[in-house]
């Protein structure tokens, strides 16, 4: 009698039950992959239901401030909704450094999370590309956070913003510039364009650079958190969001000699922010 074959049969079928041969690891990628798009559903739902709440939430303060809304009261407001935003997505923060208070911040900027980032830690008026307040919901929120829309390729929009910037710090309020002009992948920090920063010259305002980055315990930060490329908004939310946490490290340094002129001060604080890069790494 043949009993070896039955033996190899019955230890096959053992490995398989127990998970210890490779017939089941696809079973397992199947099992991961639900888990993942349950948890993406159950927090689009949640993020969906803080849309809600923070739309209410802007109209009592509408109210409460007699129908007008100053930028000091938006920014309260937003920081209100980024703390809850960032507990929909699991982002661990972390923050080194003095946390700016007033003044022109200057950050590196990889995704629509350094908005929640950075609009969680302190209150703040943000600068965005005009094409932002095109966005669904997104572009609505940044309209209602008081945020300054510029057109960069067009001189006298620049011009116009440049005002406006200053009448913010004037006031005593933090505004927040990503001076590379655009989201990268986070290996670089792209060089600094010169032109808002206008405001911050020759003025008492304080000047800080900042500096954000992510970390994911499984996945490509570069490929699903970082925002650039030819990416699409809606998929990349939904993978976002089925990610088991994200960590984000944020850390803050004051330059305390700023340059007179604007195109040495984009390279000074190029220079800051890549000098916070590179205490990260180390």
């Given at each position: 009698m043949d009993t070896n074959g039955h033996e190899s049969d019955a230890t096959a079928e053992l490995m398989g039950l127990h998970g210890v041969g490779g017939a089941t690891r696809p079973t397992w990628k199947r099992v991961g992959r639900a888990r993942r798009s349950a948890r993406a559903a159950f927090r689009f739902l949640w993020l969906a239901s803080e849309i809600v709440f923070a739309l209410v939430h802007w109209l009592a303060f509408l109210i409460a401030n007699s129908g007008h809304l100053n930028l000091a009261a938006r920014s309260r407001w937003?920081?209100?909704?980024?703390?809850?935003?960032?507990?929909?997505?699991?982002?661990?923060?972390?923050?080194?450094?003095?946390i700016p208070s007033s003044g022109l911040l200057v950050c590196n900027h990889l995704s629509y999370l350094d908005i929640l980032?950075?609009?969680?830690?302190?209150?703040?008026?943000?600068?965005?590309?005009?094409?932002?307040r095109r966005w669904p919901v997104f572009g609505w929120f940044a309209l209602l956070a008081g945020t300054f829309f510029v057109r960069r390729d067009k001189r006298s929009?620049?011009?116009?913003?440049?005002?406006?910037?200053?009448?913010?710090?004037?006031?005593?309020?933090?505004?927040?510039?990503?001076?590379?002009?655009?989201?990268?992948?986070?290996?670089?920090?792209?060089?600094?364009?010169?032109?808002?920063?206008?405001?911050?010259?020759?003025?008492?305002?304080?000047?800080s650079a900042g500096f954000i980055e992510y970390s994911l315990s499984e996945g490509s930060v570069a490929d699903e958190v970082c925002y650039w490329r030819d990416m699409?908004?809606?998929?990349?939310?939904?993978?976002?969001?089925?990610?088991?946490?994200?960590?984000?490290?944020?850390?803050?340094?004051?330059?305390?000699?700023?340059?007179?002129?604007?195109?040495?001060?984009?390279?000074?604080?190029?220079?800051?922010?890549?000098?916070?890069?590179?205490?990260?790494?180390?």
């Open positions: 937003l920081q209100h909704v980024c703390r809850r935003a960032l507990r929909v997505f699991n982002v661990d923060l972390r923050v080194a450094g003095a980032v950075l609009g969680a830690t302190a209150p703040c008026v943000f600068i965005s590309k005009c094409e932002v929009d620049v011009v116009r913003i440049t005002h406006e910037m200053g009448r913010a710090l004037d006031t005593g309020m933090l505004v927040v510039l990503f001076s590379e002009g655009t989201t990268s992948g986070g290996h670089d920090v792209l060089p600094f364009k010169s032109s808002l920063l206008e405001p911050a010259i020759g003025k008492p305002h304080s000047l699409t908004l809606a998929p990349h939310l939904l993978n976002l969001l089925g990610k088991r946490g994200i960590q984000a490290r944020l850390s803050f340094t004051e330059l305390r000699q700023a340059s007179p002129d604007r195109k040495q001060l984009a390279r000074q604080l190029h220079l800051e922010v890549v000098r916070l890069k590179e205490s990260f790494a180390g």
